[in-house]
């Protein structure tokens, strides 16, 4: 551990700068939550009492309601009592996780205790980060997986690098502020084993082929047949190491001892982790497939696993979703790009499998799934890259998004304008139009820029957040049995529909964006909403003879909707309890909608 970049990286001032500004956006979200309630004063004087001693601060309201806290005015006053009384001497700023106790005393001792341990592999990560920051202006140009090992994490969940499962020496490895390359492990299964499933036209073979060239093709095709399997009906996936180790040597240990599961080794080729961490880029040819692999940590409160039934309708549902854009002229005019799942593997565990009610991250153990990269898809001159990247603010003030700015020759309005007008038209229209909805957040969404111009929107990672309207629509009539049943828990009603783009676009991107845009652009946020809402209202006006039924199916005009909760996910709905099926995020209370005509702001 003596050249250790975690080690290096806790120094005082590294320590103190991701300190200050973990507390601060731990009091803005917990505040946005409902979670804590500061006194604060018209002008933005803040006052917290803490078992103690009293956190004061400045903080900034902002146009949905919220308020940001600035991390450089934060103090703490360890002489004042529990009532919030001015004490005499001020002392240190205590550590986000002595805060965080503080302020959730009463919550579940495991759930606190948990907590906190997230909370510090965030830290650790954060002043890592801090000492291998680079200025927002040299990110511009990098490949989009380079860019996001820049990027300091989900910006709502405060503690977004929780990673429980992973050591230091795997914090060091494996996520994308690494920025090591990973060399993944392969495996053949015996078509017994494991369950494959491609888009029509492409078979696994080919797939396996294509990601790992003719020589390693042969290499693994002989690799299989020394273990025993005939390498033309077996099954070959890749394996992250880390899962390999934790999870698929000592449960798995039986296939491989019988020969169904044979050890290929490892690739040749060099993957660097995508925010995700488990989806992977090929960082010599980043025109190969993506690949998105289990990777059986818990992080931002979901194991990290593959699926089984989403894994094997991917295909099926990419099928559905490219027959969707290919056949609507709006969707065609609009560019948007769907990285399709051509193909995918999942391989059960016998007893896990028969068990019931078993925790479901045992069932998305071993598994992969190819997806479509973005580099076939642009033009010459266009660049991609996720909309969490957007959000960006370098140590320095520098932001990403005022480097786009910079270079696309637009004033700041204009491109904002030009940005709503990429991403909101395609998912107005698939959500009106097809009666589904995306997860739009910043990590399964990019924009496509031309000289820092947005242009159009990709969106990936829908096996995992693609949901349907419960009503009956014509347009669901292409929908296959098997990709009916992988989308059988998430067929929702219209109004619980729409809060996919409302909180994952608005909310968790939005929000943060309008933010930048009035203190790093110049564009009040006033002026940043009347731009979205004027790109809505002409969607409505141009398609309100076709689809005004749709518009009160799904209306997204309402003065007010619910708001969604992440970090109360955590603390006092699911805590760390091993449940059977994935987690869903409860609402509290409302936030005012910015895309209502009456939106104040």
Same mark, same amino acid.
């Given at each position: 551990?003596?050249?250790?970049?975690?080690?290096?990286?806790?120094?005082?001032?590294?320590?103190?700068?991701?300190?200050?500004?973990?507390?601060?956006?731990?009091?803005?979200?917990?505040?946005?939550?409902?979670?804590?309630?500061?006194?604060?004063?018209?002008?933005?004087?803040?006052?917290?009492?803490?078992?103690?001693?009293? #956190?004061?601060?400045?903080?900034?309201?902002?146009?949905?309601?919220?308020?940001?806290?600035?991390?450089?005015? &934060?103090?703490?006053?360890?002489?004042?009592?529990?009532?919030?009384?001015?004490?005499?001497?001020?002392?240190?700023?205590?550590?986000?996780?002595?805060?965080?106790?503080?302020?959730?005393?009463?919550?579940?001792?495991?759930?606190?205790?948990?907590?906190?341990?997230?909370?510090?592999?965030?830290?650790?990560?954060?002043?890592?980060?801090?000492? *291998?920051?680079?200025?927002?202006?040299?990110?511009?140009?990098?490949?989009?997986?380079?860019?996001?090992?820049?990027?300091?994490?989900?910006?709502?969940?405060?503690?977004?690098?929780?990673?429980?499962?992973?050591?230091?020496?795997?914090? $060091?490895?494996?996520?994308?502020?690494?920025?090591?390359?990973?060399?993944?492990?392969?495996?053949?299964?015996?078509?017994? #084993?494991?369950?494959?499933?491609?888009?029509?036209?492409?078979?696994?073979?080919?797939?396996?082929?294509?990601?790992?060239?003719?020589?390693?093709?042969?290499?693994?095709?002989?690799?299989?047949? &020394?273990?025993?399997?005939?390498?033309?009906?077996?099954?070959? +996936?890749?394996?992250?190491?880390? *899962?390999?180790?934790?999870?698929?040597?000592?449960?798995?240990?039986?296939?491989?001892?019988?020969?169904?599961?044979?050890?290929?080794?490892?690739?040749?080729?060099?993957?660097?982790?995508? +925010?995700?961490?488990?989806?992977?880029? =090929?960082?010599?040819?980043?025109?190969?497939?993506?690949?998105?692999?289990?990777?059986?940590?818990?992080?931002?409160?979901?194991?990290?696993?593959?699926?089984? $039934?989403?894994?094997?309708?991917?295909?099926?549902?990419?099928?559905?979703?490219?027959?969707?854009?290919?056949? =609507?002229?709006?969707?065609?005019?609009?560019?948007?790009?769907?990285?399709?799942?051509?193909?995918?593997?999942?391989?059960?565990?016998?007893?896990?499998?028969?068990?019931?009610?078993?925790?479901?991250?045992?069932?998305?153990? +071993?598994?992969?799934?190819?997806?479509?990269?973005?580099?076939?898809?642009?033009?010459?001159?266009?660049?991609?890259?996720?909309?969490?990247?957007?959000?960006?603010? =370098? /140590?320095?003030?520098?932001?990403?998004?005022?480097? @786009?700015?910079?270079?696309?020759?637009?004033?700041?309005?204009?491109?904002?304008?030009?940005?709503?007008?990429?991403?909101?038209?395609?998912? #107005?229209?698939?959500?009106?139009?097809?009666?589904?909805?995306?997860?739009?957040?910043?990590?399964?969404?990019?924009?496509?820029?031309?000289?820092?111009?947005?242009?159009?929107?990709?969106?990936?990672?829908?096996?995992?957040?693609?949901?349907?309207?419960?009503?009956?629509? /014509?347009?669901?009539?292409?929908?296959?049995?098997?990709?009916?049943?992988? @989308?059988?828990?998430?067929? +929702?009603?219209?109004?619980?529909?729409?809060?996919?783009?409302?909180?994952?676009? &608005?909310?968790?991107?939005?929000?943060?964006?309008?933010?930048?845009?009035?203190?790093?652009?110049?564009?009040?946020?006033?002026?940043?909403?009347?731009?979205?809402?004027?790109?809505?209202?002409?969607?409505?006006?141009?398609?309100?003879?076709?689809?005004?039924?749709?518009?009160?199916?799904?209306?997204?005009?309402?003065?007010?909707?619910?708001?969604?909760?992440?970090?109360?996910?955590?603390?006092?709905?699911?805590?760390?309890?091993?449940?059977? $099926?994935?987690?869903?995020?409860?609402?509290?209370?409302?936030?005012?909608?910015? &895309?209502? /005509?009456?939106?104040?702001?």
């Amino acid at each position: 551990m003596s050249d250790s970049p975690i080690l290096a990286a806790l120094t005082p001032q590294h320590w103190d700068r991701a300190n200050r500004e973990l507390i601060a956006k731990m009091i803005t979200e917990f505040w946005y939550e409902e979670i804590i309630t500061p006194a604060v004063t018209v002008d933005g004087a803040l006052r917290l009492a803490l078992p103690g001693g009293l #956190l004061t601060g400045r903080a900034v309201r902002r146009a949905l309601g919220w308020w940001r806290v600035d991390p450089s005015s &934060l103090a703490f006053d360890g002489t004042g009592g529990d009532n919030g009384e001015d004490g005499d001497g001020a002392s240190g700023l205590p550590d986000a996780v002595d805060v965080f106790t503080r302020l959730l005393g009463d919550a579940d001792p495991s759930t606190v205790a948990g907590s906190v341990s997230e909370l510090s592999s965030t830290l650790l990560s954060d002043a890592r980060q801090l000492a *291998q920051a680079r200025p927002a202006t040299e990110l511009v140009d990098l490949e989009p997986v380079l860019v996001e090992s820049q990027l300091t994490g989900h910006p709502w969940i405060v503690a977004s690098k929780g990673r429980v499962g992973f050591s230091v020496s795997d914090l $060091e490895a494996y996520p994308p502020e690494a920025g090591r390359d990973v060399q993944l492990l392969w495996l053949a299964a015996a078509p017994d #084993l494991a369950d494959v499933a491609t888009v029509p036209g492409l078979d696994h073979h080919t797939v396996v082929r294509e990601q790992v060239g003719p020589a390693g093709w042969e290499q693994v095709r002989a690799r299989a047949r &020394l273990g025993g399997l005939d390498p033309d009906t077996c099954v070959y +996936l890749p394996v992250h190491p880390w *899962q390999w180790t934790h999870r698929i040597v000592p449960l798995h240990a039986s296939a491989l001892a019988d020969g169904s599961l044979v050890f290929l080794g490892e690739g040749s080729a060099r993957y660097r982790p995508q +925010l995700a961490i488990r989806t992977m880029t =090929d960082i010599d040819d980043p025109t190969r497939r993506y690949l998105k692999l289990p990777v059986s940590i818990l992080n931002t409160s979901v194991y990290r696993g593959l699926p089984r $039934e989403r894994t094997l309708a991917a295909p099926a549902l990419t099928s559905w979703l490219a027959s969707v854009v290919d056949g =609507d002229d709006f969707l065609r005019e609009t560019g948007v790009i769907l990285l399709g799942e051509v193909a995918g593997v999942s391989v059960t565990h016998p007893a896990y499998a028969s068990l019931p009610g078993v925790p479901y991250q045992y069932t998305e153990l +071993l598994g992969a799934i190819w997806r479509e990269p973005v580099q076939p898809y642009l033009a010459p001159g266009e660049q991609a890259v996720s909309l969490a990247a957007l959000l960006h603010v =370098d /140590p320095w003030g520098g932001s990403f998004a005022e480097a @786009l700015v910079a270079r696309s020759g637009l004033t700041a309005a204009e491109w904002v304008a030009r940005l709503h007008g990429a991403i909101l038209p395609p998912l #107005l229209h698939v959500l009106y139009r097809y009666g589904a909805m995306f997860s739009p957040h910043g990590q399964n969404c990019m924009i496509v820029h031309r000289s820092g111009v947005p242009v159009r929107l990709v969106v990936k990672d829908f096996v995992d957040d693609l949901a349907i309207c419960s009503e009956l629509i /014509p347009e669901h009539a292409g929908l296959t049995p098997a990709v009916r049943a992988a @989308l059988s828990d998430v067929t +929702l009603d219209g109004k619980t529909l729409r809060k996919y783009l409302q909180n994952g676009l &608005l909310i968790c991107v939005y929000r943060y964006l309008a933010e930048i845009a009035a203190d790093r652009l110049g564009v009040p946020e006033s002026s940043f909403w009347g731009s979205a809402r004027a790109v809505l209202s002409a969607y409505r006006s141009r398609f309100a003879g076709q689809l005004g039924d749709r518009f009160e199916m799904f209306d997204l005009e309402t003065p007010t909707f619910p708001k969604l909760c992440l970090n109360r996910l955590r603390l006092f709905d699911r805590g760390y309890a091993d449940d059977a $099926e994935r987690p869903v995020v409860s609402a509290v209370g409302s936030v005012a909608n910015p &895309l209502a /005509p009456e939106f104040p702001g």
